[in-house]
């Protein structure tokens, strides 16, 4: 059974920063490409960051970018995700997603993790 | 940017037939896929590349995509079907996952 399962969140104070983790399990982990997306609450879905399988290629939506780092571990099973100079609107849940082949969509979720930034 | 526009709530009675549309400029020439998400509960992909069911996913629920326009449509709804439902495509331009805002499924 695919499992992904993230951790991390918590609360932060503007400024701040968090290392969001996704932990996979039941499939073959180094070769899929991986995303994270949020939601802020009572809002719809954003996406955050894609890596591909060999962390080769890397994209990041514009509200993020040079402020967010997704890496992966394939040894460990493991998505990251490093979130710098965090702002109030980076407020949301945060979940993992593992995608299908040919950008045909995610096929895999996590739970999501929470992430709050106030002061 | 890329932009994709689902109507915020749809309503249908149960035994009927729920469509619930996704625009977007050029949308038929790219993959269009679904998701189904339910009060505190995670997402599940319910229809990818416009048309295809994952592994069990009901064969009421469907899909096409053409033109500027992509469709979920399920058939003979049921009141678990009540959820919110999140298109989704992938701008190469931008080179972004792009999601629709989501529609509220009503079954009354």
């Known amino acids: 059974e695919v499992q992904l399962v993230e951790s991390g969140g918590g609360l932060v104070q503007p400024g701040g920063s968090l290392r969001l983790s996704c932990a996979a399990s039941g499939f073959t982990f180094r070769s899929y490409s991986m995303n994270w997306v949020r939601q802020a609450p009572g809002k719809g879905l954003e996406w955050v960051s894609y890596i591909s399988s060999s962390s080769s290629t890397i994209y990041y939506a514009d509200s993020v970018k040079g402020r967010f780092t997704i890496s992966r571990d394939n040894a460990k099973n493991s998505l990251y995700l490093q979130m710098n100079s965090l702002r109030d609107e980076d407020t949301a849940v945060y979940y993992c997603?593992?995608?299908?082949?040919?950008?045909?969509?995610?096929?895999?979720w996590g739970q999501g993790t929470l992430v709050t930034v106030s002061s | 940017s890329y932009e994709l526009t689902q109507p915020p709530s749809v309503s249908v009675s149960p035994g009927q037939t729920a469509s619930i549309t996704c625009s977007g400029d050029?949308?038929?020439?790219?993959?269009a896929c679904w998701y189904q998400q339910k009060p505190g509960q995670s997402l599940v992909l319910v229809i990818y590349?416009?048309?295809k069911r994952p592994s069990g996913i009901p064969e009421r629920f469907s899909g096409s995509n053409s033109g500027n326009r992509a469709t979920l449509t399920i058939s003979g709804t049921q009141a678990m079907d009540e959820a919110d439902y999140y298109c989704q495509a992938w701008d190469s331009s931008t080179a972004g996952w792009v999601f629709g805002g989501g529609t509220k499924l009503t079954v009354l």
């Open positions: 997603a593992r995608e299908l082949p040919g950008n045909a969509g995610f096929q895999h």
């Open positions: 590349q416009d048309r």
């Open positions: 050029n949308l038929g020439d790219k993959n």
